[in-house]
């Protein structure tokens, strides 16, 4: 299998001398195609500022990130921007729909740029939003559904256009016990029958089971990974084992 992903000796630092602050040293590590990869630690380690560098929302202070055999690090704004809305899905925490379009336009939003025949982008959205169990909602608004439903809204409208690499922000932090079980699964379920290649940076162990291996930094480093090989409980069991020798305050639920 073909990297997706590469990092090396990838390096963030905040303030100015005298003043500063090292969020990233010297991370590297490689996701493959059809990976569902966790991204674990104790709060401050940084797991958010690796996730925001992936996503070109920040820019590292030195190193290398391949994405699909591309250095993203090195690209102008205008290449960037193309590259980002091809190749990269987003599914954040606080869901990002817009209120004033429909469930089925949140998900075509992606491919408003693109220059797929209609009748194609309904097939794709319809396909998807099956995968996913919203296919019933799909004429309905952000402010008419769950936020389970909102969440998975979210996810499909991260893989409608089959992106190289889709980046999931703590994904079940606003949603409660069920709806988090529900799109979990659903990531793992496309993981599997799309060969999805998946990057979660999460806090909850529960979460991150669903995961075929997990990442574990400490101090802005790779303290340690796990590669899941028996049950998903067995998995769950190895990640409780890992927290509690980082600690830092790491939810079990």
Not at 77 to 95: A, M, W
Request: hydrophobic share 40%.
């Amino acid at each position: 299998m073909k990297n997706v992903l590469v990092i090396n000796n990838l390096r963030k630092v905040y303030g100015k001398k005298g003043n500063m602050y090292t969020a990233l040293n010297d991370v590297n590590f490689e996701i493959k195609e059809g990976e569902f990869v966790g991204i674990m630690g104790p709060s401050g380690a940084g797991k958010s500022t690796l996730l925001n560098v992936i996503a070109t929302i920040d820019t590292p202070t030195s190193g290398n990130i391949i994405v699909d055999g591309k250095d993203i690090v090195k690209m102008n704004e205008n290449t960037l921007s193309n590259f980002r809305r091809e190749k990269l899905g987003f599914i954040f925490q606080d869901f990002n729909l817009l209120d004033t379009l429909s469930v089925r336009e949140n998900i075509v939003l992606p491919l408003a740029l693109s220059k797929i025949k209609p009748s194609l982008i309904d097939k794709n959205v319809l396909d998807i939003a099956e995968s996913l169990g919203i296919k019933d909602i799909l004429e309905k608004y952000p402010y008419e559904i769950s936020g389970g439903q909102k969440q998975r809204t979210a996810a499909a409208r991260a893989m409608i256009n089959h992106p190289t690499l889709i980046l999931a922000d703590e994904p079940t932090g606003a949603l409660d016990s069920k709806s988090s079980t529900e799109l979990l699964q659903s990531l793992s379920d496309m993981n599997e029958s799309e060969n999805a290649t998946i990057m979660m940076v999460t806090h909850d162990a529960f979460a991150a089971s669903y995961c075929k291996r997990i990442l574990f930094i400490k101090d802005g480093s790779i303290f340690t990974e796990i590669v899941r090989g028996g049950s998903r409980k067995e998995f769950f069991q190895k990640i409780l084992d890992v927290l509690s020798t980082l600690g830092g305050g790491l939810s079990e639920m």
